[in-house]
């Protein structure tokens, strides 16, 4: 049995927090800010017990976020404010991290919590428009500790999330993530922000050491930075907002094509919850190519040798993605199929029976058409000696004839004598 470790609540008026260090510089770093090294032993995530913060007055004793059991006060974004966007603020970055390892561990966290099925997503918008974390503005940021030092002690960062009651329950209104600006592996670094973003969703502390909500790891044991939730976790999230299922998408069969020329290649994609989709393709393989997408279809010039991978993505209003891909490889330059030769016909007119001198308008011998009559059968002359061909004739009749003219095709302009009748 998971049991929560619940622990009296100290209430921060963010109110009032804001208007103190309101006016402290916060030093933008291009470069980032010295890291500082973290303290020996266990570091917690973010404190001991509830990290939440209520919006509405609601008391010390009613904020025990005490998810993982079944009586406990769930908060969660409304349906309608789902998915949950976050940016990045990077200011107080610290130097043992570059801006882009910062943002992907933010995309990161995102990809692995929208992986779960359940009716909740997380998008990432890229760096915020403000350069410092403001607890009041509506905007979901994720930033560094500053002037106003809210990450104390072991903690390696804090959520501070405002919700209000309503009809339905605690709807969250803002969750903002303050990350201490340790020097941690970029392992622990993105499991941080990872199990920060599990608050920022509902997570209370998992008392499970296998738990990503577990609250805190070791650097002396690299296995505690997971970088994923457990199945338990998954679950207990559907349990939460309830099962939304990634969509499930097929591409067409692998292509050969002429190289440069232009394929288009289509995607089938369904989703169990109705959902409506829109897809998304890239190329995840081989020597780049123009690859122009509109919804389920999409356009890529053929490869000069060797194949490409393309990749199409559907995803649903939750951000569940669904995944197939599909090789286009580079195929010799093919000679035209053999094509049935047109029907052959005559210039001029045919008498409907006996012989007539003409001329052969172009086609085949082997289907001639005739506005008069039924052609019984074809002559030109060869060195001095004519050559016949017999209509409906069988093959090795008409031998001498084919020899002279591959498929019964004979030259616009030539003359004939043709039999009908
Ligand atoms: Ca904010
Ligand atoms: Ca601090
Ligand atoms: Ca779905
Ligand atoms: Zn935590």
Redesign the pocket.
């Known amino acids: 049995m998971r049991k929560h470790r619940a622990f009296p609540q100290i209430l921060v008026a963010v109110a009032v927090l804001g208007s103190l260090f309101a006016g402290s510089a916060v030093r933008a770093g291009a470069e980032g800010n010295p890291a500082i090294d973290p303290p020996p032993g266990d570091i917690s995530f973010d404190g001991i017990g509830p990290v939440l913060t209520g919006g509405d007055g609601a008391s010390a004793s009613e904020l025990l976020i005490d998810n993982f059991s079944s009586a406990g006060y769930a908060v969660r974004w409304a349906s309608t404010a789902v998915p949950v966007r976050f940016c990045t603020v990077q200011a107080n970055r610290p130097s043992s991290l570059t801006a882009e390892q910062f943002r992907d561990g933010v995309r990161l966290a995102a990809a692995m919590w929208n992986g779960i099925e359940a009716a909740v997503g997380v998008t990432y918008a890229g760096d915020c428009i403000t350069t410092r974390i403001d607890m009041d503005n509506r905007v979901n940021e994720i930033g560094w500790?500053d002037a106003r030092?809210?990450?104390?002690g072991t903690q390696a960062g804090l959520t501070r999330g405002t919700w209000l009651t309503t009809y339905s329950g605690r709807e969250f209104v803002e969750a903002d993530i303050v990350l201490?600006p340790l020097r941690l592996p970029e392992a622990c670094f993105r499991t941080v922000v990872a199990h920060e973003m599990g608050h920022a969703i509902g997570f209370g502390h998992s008392d499970t050491r296998s738990d990503l909500m577990y609250p805190s790891f070791t650097l002396s044991d690299l296995s505690t930075c997971r970088p994923t939730a457990s199945a338990y976790e998954a679950q207990w999230l559907a349990s939460l907002y309830g099962v939304n299922h990634r969509p499930q998408v097929t591409a067409m069969a692998d292509r050969e094509a002429v190289p440069g020329s232009s394929v288009s290649i289509t995607a089938q994609a369904t989703d169990l919850d109705g959902d409506s989709l829109t897809f998304e393709w890239r190329q995840t393989g081989g020597s780049s190519v123009s690859l122009q997408s509109d919804g389920a279809t999409a356009t890529a010039t053929a490869p000069a040798s060797g194949s490409v991978t393309l990749e199409v993505a559907a995803v649903d209003r939750y951000l569940k993605r669904g995944v197939a891909s599909v090789i286009l490889r580079a195929g010799v330059a093919t000679t035209p199929a053999p094509t049935t030769p047109a029907t052959g016909s005559f210039v001029g007119a045919i008498a409907a029976s006996g012989m007539t001198l003409t001329q052969w308008a172009g086609g085949s011998v082997t289907s001639p058409s005739t506005a008069s009559g039924t052609v019984r059968s074809i002559w030109v002359t060869r060195n001095g000696a004519a050559v016949g061909f017999i209509v409906g004739a069988p093959d090795f009749v008409n031998q001498p004839f084919l020899n002279l003219f591959p498929g019964g095709v004979l030259a616009a302009g030539s003359f004939v004598m043709v039999v009908t009748g």
């Open positions: 500790d030092d809210l990450v104390v201490e």
